[in-house]
């Protein structure tokens, strides 16, 4: 095993030969930030992408070692999942996984500075789609030399890259495992983001999207729309569970504005710690390019049907009971597709009362579901 | 060589009827046993469908194509002739429309095999024949109010449900089994008597 490599950047796409988004616009040059676990082997066929939830990054896994468990180190969101002996095996697997374009831990997106006036794009940072983040991935892999990908699996917004590249990019896709995804958002799905948006642009300081310079962020509005998505991300078992109505410090009501209940203080220090961490208007771009996100179509017209020549893709599709963002109702939606058009497809439905997260939270289940099936595709 | 001997006697018996290489679904498919077999052995390709988590997480751990899910709502998504088979293995006495869940297996798989318990065996008729007691099995281990089996089903009572929803039965193995082991035999003499499984297979007539 090789010890883990720190991030590493790409940069491709250089003016006059920009990137040529899905909306039609250009951007260039692309910088993809990413981070590898294990070794590829020779014939490069044993790398597996990993797509990351919206407002994640490539940081999957320290990958410690034995010994250094108690080094201070940040932890990465699969921590649990992804390492030497791990339901996604280091020791077998090359383990990529890239910042997606549009976010700001990294990769370019609208807090980068532009080309012409070496200023922070802001808003002149054109739209993304979740397919111009797959397209970064792919010449992320063309430089890295991969022509094939073992698999491909993502949760939530990584759900629907996954589901992007297996309708853009097939042949490149020997299994696919989304969870806690979509082929397209509800409305609620839409309406939470809009208010997530809501609260950014309502903050005096979010000034158009022009406030790298000015000393003051939309810190405000930034909260707020992670005290929302946070509230999506959970259940109401788990918030039961975790803080009833429980007071925050004190025997009584404040009768006043200040925290009074457990929930809100947990929910302020969601949004405070999100605050340091992700840009404004990142979380615009990347909310919007999940809304407009519609595999239905293509999805529909990606199987051989009875034609064995064409290529087949190995699913495992997986939801949660509690997920009300992206309820089970909708992962039925894509497997039924998905038998339509002749792909091979498993799919399980793991009980868990933590809501969307779920996918996060340590879980033997979901470690051996996809250890057992990665390990069974050719 | 096979490894027939690692699997129940009844999945034995369906195993060797399946043609090798083809495409085969089978119902309820439990801990994915028979598949896994067929796999093996047969080099099929797959798809089972089980309702219980647990089950089908082990399915899918053991690297076979499994989805959770309602086996009479999953049947209605694929399209016409997707599979060469399609096995309902000791399942029909829980199913709450057989007539119209055949109807779907015929138009999705080329042959259906099913397999059922013989409610006629001589043991449950001397039950009920000189107890008076709602008869328990082996097969059918549970008692009148706490059984999924919402079907008692006979050899006969098949042949002629299977003539009266228009299939024909291209193959009929009675066999009679040892549950403490996976081992069993076929009943070639007095099968409505003494097989304590009906294994058919059958075939949606041409008009």
């Known amino acids: 095993m090789e010890a883990k490599k720190d991030r590493q950047f790409y940069t491709y796409a250089f003016p006059p030969e920009k990137m040529i988004l899905e909306s039609g616009a250009e951007l260039g040059p692309v910088t993809v930030a990413y981070e590898t676990w294990g070794n590829l082997t020779e014939k490069k066929d044993n790398a597996i992408l990993l797509a990351h939830a919206f407002t994640g990054d490539s940081h999957v896994t320290e990958n410690l070692k034995k010994g250094e468990e108690d080094k201070q180190v940040r932890p990465g969101w699969w921590e649990f999942m992804v390492g030497p002996g791990k339901g996604i095996d280091t020791d077998k697997y090359f383990v990529i996984c890239a910042n997606i374009l549009g976010s700001c831990m990294g990769s370019t997106g609208p807090g980068s500075p532009a080309p012409d006036t070496g200023k922070p794009y802001g808003l002149d940072f054109p739209m993304v789609t979740i397919g111009d983040m797959v397209d970064t991935q792919k010449a992320l892999l063309d430089h890295l030399g991969i022509q094939q990908l073992h698999a491909v699996i993502g949760g939530s917004v990584g759900g629907m890259q996954v589901l992007e590249w297996s309708v853009r990019y097939p042949e490149m896709v020997r299994c696919a495992v989304p969870i806690a995804t979509t082929m397209r958002h509800s409305a609620l799905a839409i309406a939470f983001n809009e208010i997530a948006r809501q609260s950014i642009m309502a903050d005096p300081n979010w000034n158009n999207g022009n406030y790298y310079d000015t000393g003051k962020k939309p810190d405000m509005g930034l909260a707020v729309a992670r005290m929302i998505g946070h509230v999506t991300y959970l259940s109401d078992e788990a918030m039961r569970r975790k803080f009833g109505r429980r007071l925050q410090d004190k025997e009584t009501f404040s009768f006043g504005f200040d925290v009074d209940f457990q929930v809100e203080s947990y929910l302020r220090h969601q949004g405070n710690k999100f605050v340091a961490r992700f840009d404004a208007n990142s979380l615009l771009y990347i909310t919007k390019a999940a809304d407009y996100f519609d595999v239905v179509a293509r999805m529909n017209h990606s199987g051989p049907v009875n034609n064995r020549d064409q290529n087949i893709i190995k699913y495992l599709v997986i939801s949660y009971t509690s997920d009300w963002l992206y309820p089970t109702y909708q992962a039925k939606e894509l497997i039924r597709t998905l038998k339509r058009s002749g792909q091979d497809v498993s799919f399980c439905e793991i009980e868990a009362d933590c809501g969307h997260d779920a996918f996060l939270i340590p879980d033997e289940r979901l470690t051996h579901l996809i250890g057992g099936f990665l390990d069974g595709v050719d | ?207």
Not at chain 2, 85 to 108: D, N
Not at chain 2, 177 to 201: C, E, K, S, W
């Open chain 2, 1 to 207: 060589m096979g490894l027939t001997e690692n699997i129940r006697f009844d999945l034995q018996i369906i195993g060797s009827i399946i043609r090798p290489g083809s495409k085969v679904l089978d119902l309820g498919c439990g801990n994915g046993d028979l598949l896994a077999w067929l796999e093996k052995n047969k080099n099929i390709r797959g798809t089972g469908i089980e309702q219980n988590e647990e089950r089908a997480a082990c399915c899918i751990a053991r690297g076979l194509s499994v989805l959770q899910g309602d086996l009479n709502e999953e049947v209605d998504d694929y399209p016409d002739c997707s599979f060469d088979y399609v096995i309902l293995s000791q399942t029909l006495q829980q199913v709450f429309e057989p007539a119209k869940l055949l109807h779907s297996l015929a138009r999705i798989g080329g042959k259906v095999i099913v397999s059922f318990p013989n409610f006629s065996h001589y043991s449950i008729r001397a039950q009920l024949f000189f107890k008076g007691i709602a008869p328990r099995s082996d097969q059918l281990p549970y008692s009148w109010y706490d059984s999924p089996n919402i079907r008692v089903i006979t050899l006969k009572d098949f042949r002629k449900f299977s003539r009266d929803v228009g299939y024909t039965i291209v193959r009929e193995t009675a066999i009679n089994t040892n549950p403490q082991n996976h081992m069993g035999h076929v009943v070639r003499f007095l099968t409505d008597l003494r097989a304590t499984y009906g294994i058919f297979v059958i075939e949606k007539q041409h008009e």
